[in-house]
């Protein structure tokens, strides 16, 4: 299965700034998966980038809010702009094992708003 | 829509006391079917998955679960919960290989010696 590093690992920022997470893969995959999990909550996710396409966003995330980028098949970025105290979570990015069938996940980046 | 359900939210048991944890989807078509663990301030760990064939499958740490088609359920089991098995447990369902997991609320699982 893919392996993903994913930076920063945490971060502490003031609110009214941005943060850009990354997300390098070993391999090259078609898609990947941008997640957030809130204090206490489950995995919602905010995106699905392909390379070469905008973004696909949920309901609810917009790109102004969380811009993507997705250069090649093997890295993406995640962008949390503007940031709120409400924006503090973890974030992860993932990809799918293409014929293995299973996903792997990213460490995740642990974002705190003050 | 497409929904994921875990309805026992928070689950305390004893040492030893057998678990059922359920998971009900709403999806038309094939799905494929997870199960994750998350331990307290760790990285979510895949405990088992079904995509097709016996409808029981067997994950790490002795844990099971039974996809029941025409129930839309994959709950997941295990014969006798340890301490360490104290964690968060996620159902989650896609709805087609490479696409992204709909995840569940999550079930925390909270095991007394």
């Known amino acids: 299965s893919a392996v993903i590093s994913q930076k920063p690992s945490r971060d502490i920022c003031q609110r009214g700034t941005s943060l850009t997470i990354q997300c390098q893969v070993d391999?090259?995959?078609?898609?990947m998966f941008w997640y957030r999990q809130q204090p206490g909550q489950s995995l919602t996710l905010i995106a699905t980038?392909?390379?070469?396409?905008?973004?696909?966003?949920e309901s609810g995330f917009v790109i102004d809010k969380f811009p993507i980028s997705r250069p090649n098949l093997t890295f993406s970025t995640l962008t949390v702009s503007n940031m709120s105290p409400e924006d503090s979570s973890i974030y992860l990015c993932?990809?799918?094992?293409?014929?293995?069938?299973?996903?792997?996940f990213g460490s995740g980046t642990r974002l705190t708003v003050v | 829509a497409q929904s994921v359900s875990q309805h026992n939210h928070h689950v305390i048991l004893s040492e030893a006391a057998s678990l059922e944890l359920g998971c009900n989807y709403s999806?038309?078509?094939?799905?494929?079917l997870f199960w994750y663990v998350q331990y307290p301030g760790q990285h979510l760990q895949l405990l088992l998955k079904?995509?097709?064939?016996?409808?029981l499958v067997k994950g790490i740490k002795g844990f099971e679960a039974e996809f029941i088609k025409s129930k839309f359920s994959f709950n997941l089991r295990k014969p006798s919960v340890q301490w360490s098995d104290t964690a968060e447990y996620f159902c989650?369902?896609?709805?087609?290989?490479?696409?992204?997991?709909?995840f569940g609320k999550g079930t925390s699982l909270l095991v007394t010696p």
């Open positions: 993932s990809v799918s094992g293409g014929g293995t069938g299973g996903y792997t």
């Open positions: 391999s090259q995959v078609t898609m």
């Open positions: 980038a392909n390379q070469g396409s905008e973004a696909t966003y």
């Open positions: 999806y038309g078509g094939t799905v494929n």
């Open positions: 079904y995509f097709s064939g016996d409808p």
């Open positions: 989650a369902v896609s709805s087609n290989s490479g696409y992204a997991l709909n």
